[in-house]
Antibody, heavy 125, light 108 residues
Framework: QVQLVQSGAEVKKPGASVKVSCKASGYTFINHGITWVRQAPGQGLEWLGW????????NYAQKVQGRVTLTTDTSTTTVYMELRSLRSDDTAVYYC??????????????????WGQGTMVTVSS | DIQMTQSPSSLSASVGDRVTITCRAS??????LAWYQQKPGKAPKLLLYAASRFESGVPSRFSGSGSGTDYTLTISSLQPEDFATYYC??????????FGQGTKLEIK
């Protein structure tokens, strides 16, 4: 079945980096984009960035621009999110989510129909 | 960036009630709007996209409407499993594709 499986929880110190993976399966990887969303404890959802499964084209939220990098490995159908210079307010559950529409190539801008299970990233000294 | 203002932020209702949640965009978004349901400790679940189109498997008691800047999610007869937090999200034109702040639906 279609699913996104994320890597496990991380605990990092301020200033460190974290790299979270999102393994896609059950669909044609290059026909969909993947978006990353985070949710701080007790808070709402925040859009972080998007990557095309077709060509790795990216868009990032201004709030994390310069600290975040999204990459894909089409051979393993895995998407990665790296966040650098971590701060305490980066503590959150990080989700990857699949764009609903199937396009070749996929554009940004869609609802998200499949979500990963979430990865808790804790930043603490 | 397009701002999404969702109301109310919380809502108490009883099983069987009809409830409506609204979402207002800071500019027109041409029905590029999705609604999600999130339960504690779980990932969000897509309910509706393109403002009013059902995602597969979503019960028909959920419905969406609206146009331009104003959109609504209606649950016609609340069931016990519907008590959750609901988010709207716009995906119009260029990123970022922002979410509303959420509506927590609680049992009265």
């Amino acid at each position: 079945q279609v699913q996104l499986v994320q890597s496990g929880a991380e605990v990092k110190k301020p200033g460190a980096s974290v790299k979270v993976s999102c393994k896609a399966s059950g669909y044609t990887f290059i026909n969909h984009g993947i978006t990353w969303v985070r949710q701080a404890p007790g808070q709402g959802l925040e859009w972080l960035g998007w990557i095309s499964g077709y060509d790795g084209n990216t868009n990032y939220a201004q709030k994390v621009q310069g600290r975040v990098t999204l990459t894909t490995d089409t051979s393993t159908t895995t998407v990665y999110m790296e966040l650098r210079s971590l701060r305490s307010d980066d503590t959150a559950v990080y989700y990857c989510a699949r764009d609903r529409g199937s396009y070749y190539p996929p554009p940004p801008g869609d609802a998200f129909d499949i979500w990963g299970q979430g990865t808790m990233v804790t930043v603490s000294s | 960036d397009i701002q999404m203002t969702q109301s109310p932020s919380s809502l108490s209702a009883s099983v069987g009630d009809r409830v409506t949640i609204t979402c207002r965009a800071s500019q027109g978004i041409s029905n590029s709007l999705a609604w999600y349901q999130q339960k504690p400790g779980k990932a969000p679940k897509l309910l509706l996209y393109a403002a009013s189109r059902f995602e597969s498997g979503v019960p028909s008691r959920f419905s969406g409407s609206g146009s331009g800047t104003d959109y609504t999610l209606t649950i016609s007869s609340l069931q016990p499993e519907d008590f959750a937090t609901y988010y709207c999200q716009q995906y119009y034109s260029t990123p970022p594709y922002t979410f509303g702040q959420g509506t927590k639906l609680e049992i009265k």
